[in-house]
């Protein structure tokens, strides 16, 4: 076995130079291109208008929050923006004589995430300025301070976000995107360089199919385990994302994770003829399967069917967990979830294997055909 | 006639010597639509579980707690006495979120203090996190507003507005925070253009090595072979929007005219951008592996999900370079609000992006001509013996 191992990295350099390369850098490069896009972790600066037609202390008072938001930048009503806030003009009127006023907030959603974020410190900014203005009204009729400022919110509510506090994309987006290049980087050369090995050493995979899949799938492992540890220090150093699990969890898990895909890669490659089918077809899994991970769109707001897709795709059983790892400290369905991973490895490497047999075996058997063909009809 | 034939010949090709790429291109769109169509299709997060952790157990926590109970978007896993229990369902991914009410918290309402309830949700899934904070702030707004009514009337209060500044909201282009209304058009306008892109590429890389290109005319070989992957492209899209406005009754509020031209432009820029990448690659299969490992980051790159103000500038730079930045935003927009301001000028940066392609494919296919034409000169004359 250790022969074959050797044999598979020499066959490595030599003649899969390219797949190599491939599967370290598809990751690497991903991870610095996301990692870069979402750099920010959060949107700052979204441009907005205000229209103030209110020329009193209170209009300017309530306009000027605005101006001190990060969160927001004021533009004029030519420029391009995303929502619009309008004072009307007896703002300050009635607010001084006690009386409710409403302004006009009109947002731009069809970015939810741009909206989402207008619409939060939007609301942060009213509900800071009312319960002032409510502790003032109060105070102006005779009540004491601290008496008016519990009537003015009786209940309040204190947020507390644990494990991503800022809600930054680096540590909810980054490392689904890393382990999901991971996929990519294997899937789509793995296959492809499975089909061109059937052509090239058809002999010595006939003779030993099992002994040369074993070896592969050390060897990618091993390569894609590296490129992951490479991938999350870049992400770690370069865009701060946090590494709270212990190593050996996430070790594990990546091991595992890339033992499953490569045998995915290999499971296509045997079974398939044309190196560009072997991509082609993994196209149908990779390009969802980020998104049926559960680990951007959770499982409890899944129908059934969609539920049972997020359990038949291996990344369904490594993106949450690794995440879990990396931002918690700890995946609580760690365990069981690497031994079902386990078991789909199992069954695309036993696929593998057959698929091997099948279509090596079976050109040899035309072959045999042929050849006695031209025995009996010289 | 020729034009015609080219087209002929291709759709042949296309269909029984590349059916999977055939089904890729034609069917990708509508599948995703779909897969993600139906995953989406609750809309937004909802069956949040929480817990809840009374440490009171009055009956006015029972009020709150039966508030919570009853809000559609979440799912009310447990109530108990003290917080590690609930900190253990956190910890064990059981709920998302805990509210916790803290002791005395009916007779701090009493003496007029104010009370404040601790929210504590797990915020490693933003997305999760962002829904589930939402619909609690508003079962306590609530709450809050009714013990405030209940408190004035019963201490004889002078009648004060409770919330001075309201806030009258419009919520354009997706008024219920669907996740489906907010991604859908985007996964199907990228699923097209990856069939796009692979079948034109392997059209164009497979006849410049036979020199199809150079017996039949370049211009008239290229114009064929885009009518026909254009064509097919712009059936799978309007199949799409198809699926998406009559399968998941997303609106389109918006001019379909001006949706599919801008469809065509962004077809032409991809198809002629594929075509260059077909002729660098030597290989069929490093080829198709270049325009996979394309599709990801163009369209998370695109602008799309994440808006270009808050990316960083080189990374803003390389957003604008990729064709999907001027179609996928001006597509929803144009389907959601009916309006997109840029649209014409998106359609123009495209048909600029799709022509410089072209002739920059014409250009590359010209001089390989000339090159292989003066080496066959040179060879013809070096057998003769010049």
């Given amino acids: ?378 | 006639m020729i034009v015609f034939n080219i087209i002929k010949r291709e759709w042949n090709i296309l269909i029984h010597e590349r059916t999977l790429v055939f089904i890729v291109l034609l069917c990708a769109s509508v599948a995703y639509v779909f897969l993600i169509g139906n995953l989406y299709n609750g809309h937004t997060v909802q069956h949040i579980p929480v817990a809840v952790c009374d440490m009171e157990q009055s009956s006015l926590s029972r009020d709150l707690i039966h508030d919570v109970e009853t809000a559609d978007q979440y799912e009310l896993v447990a109530v108990a006495g003290d917080e590690t229990t609930v900190m253990d369902l956190m910890d064990n991914k059981k709920v998302e979120a805990i509210l916790i009410i803290p002791q005395g918290f009916s007779k701090k309402l009493a003496q007029h203090e104010q009370i404040q309830l601790a929210f504590i949700s797990d915020g490693s899934n933003t997305l999760h996190q962002g829904y589930a904070s939402a619909p609690m702030q508003e079962v306590v707004g609530t709450f809050s507003a009714k013990q405030q009514m209940f408190s004035a009337a019963a201490g004889g209060a002078p009648q004060l507005p409770s919330v001075p500044v309201q806030m009258s909201l419009r919520i354009m282009g997706n008024p219920t925070q669907s996740y489906s209304f907010f991604y859908l058009y985007g996964v199907m306008i990228t699923a097209s253009q990856i069939g796009l892109m692979i079948a034109f590429a392997l059209a164009v890389y497979c006849d410049f090595r036979k020199y199809f290109f150079y017996h039949h005319g370049i211009v008239r070989t290229l114009v064929a072979k885009e009518i026909l992957y254009v064509g097919l492209s712009f059936i799978a899209v309007l199949l799409g929007i198809s699926a998406i406005v009559s399968v998941f009754h997303m609106p389109f509020e918006g001019n379909i005219w001006a949706a599919l031209f801008l469809c065509f432009s962004f077809s032409y820029a991809v198809a002629n951008l594929a075509g260059i990448v077909a002729l660098y690659f030597k290989t069929k299969l490093a080829l198709v592996q270049c325009l996979v490992f394309y599709a990801l980051p163009a369209f998370l790159m695109s602008g799309y999900i994440w808006p270009d103000i808050g990316m960083l500038a080189p990374v803003k730079l390389l957003s604008y370079m990729i064709p999907l930045h001027y179609i996928c935003m001006d597509f929803r927009a144009v389907a959601l609000t009916g309006t997109a301001p840029d649209l014409w000028f998106h359609c123009l940066v495209l048909h600029i992006m799709g022509t410089v392609g072209l002739l920059i494919m014409v250009f590359i296919m010209h001089w390989r001509k000339c090159r292989t034409e003066l080496l066959s000169n040179f060879l013809s004359l070096e057998k003769r013996g010049y």
């Avoid at chain 1, 598809?26 to 441009?47: A, D, H, N, Q, R």
């Avoid at chain 1, 010595?204 to 894609?224: D, F, G, M, N, S």
């Avoid at chain 1, 993994?282 to 969609?306: E, K, N, Q």
């Fill in chain 1, 1 to 378: 076995m250790w022969h074959e191992i050797m044999k598979e990295v020499i066959l490595l350099w030599s003649v899969h130079k390219k797949a190599f390369w491939m599967i370290v850098f598809v990751p690497i490069l991903y991870t610095l291109l996301f990692g870069s896009l979402f750099y920010e972790g959060s949107l700052t600066k979204v441009p907005i208008i205000i229209e103030n037609y209110d020329d009193g202390a209170q209009g300017r008072r309530f306009e000027q929050a605005f101006y001190d938001t990060p969160e927001f930048i004021i533009v004029d009503s030519t420029a391009v923006s995303y929502g619009t806030i309008i004072i009307p003009s007896d703002f300050s009127k009635k607010l001084d004589r006690g009386d409710s006023v409403s302004i006009e907030v009109v947002i731009d959603n069809t970015n939810t995430v741009i909206g989402g974020s207008i619409m939060k410190s939007i609301q942060t900014i009213v509900a800071t300025y009312n319960a002032g203005q409510e502790a003032m009204n109060r105070i102006s009729v005779g009540w004491t301070p601290q008496v008016a400022q519990a009537e003015a919110a009786p209940v309040v509510l204190s947020s507390r976000s644990l494990y991503n506090s800022t809600g930054g994309y680096n540590d909810f987006f980054l490392v689904v995107l890393i382990v999901h290049a991971l996929q990519i980087g294997t899937v789509f050369v793995i296959g492809p360089s499975m089909v061109l090995e059937k052509r090239r050493r058809r002999d010595k995979l006939l003779r030993h199919p099992w002994q040369c899949l074993a070896a592969k799938l050390v060897v990618y492992t091993a390569i894609e385990t590296v490129t992951f540890v490479v991938c999350l220090s870049l992400a770690a150093i370069i865009f701060k994302l946090v590494l709270h699990g212990n190593a050996g969890g996430i070790l594990s898990l990546t091991i595992l994770f890339s033992a499953t895909m490569t045998s995915f890669g290999l499971c296509a490659g045997s079974w398939l003829k044309d190196p560009v089918k072997a991509i082609t077809y993994a196209l149908f899994y990779i390009m969802p399967s980020v998104l049926f991970s559960g680990a951007i769109w959770p499982r409890t707001s899944m129908d059934s069917i969609s539920l049972a897709l997020t359990y038949i795709m291996p990344i369904g059983y490594a993106a949450d967990n690794m995440r879990d790892l990396l931002v918690r400290g700890f995946a609580p369905n760690l365990l069981v979830d690497m031994v079902a991973m386990l078991m789909m490895g199992s069954i695309f490497f036993l696929a593998a294997g057959c698929g091997l047999k099948r279509t090596l075996g079976g050109n040899d058997r035309v072959q045999h055909y042929k050849a006695g063909m031209e025995h009996s009809h010289p």
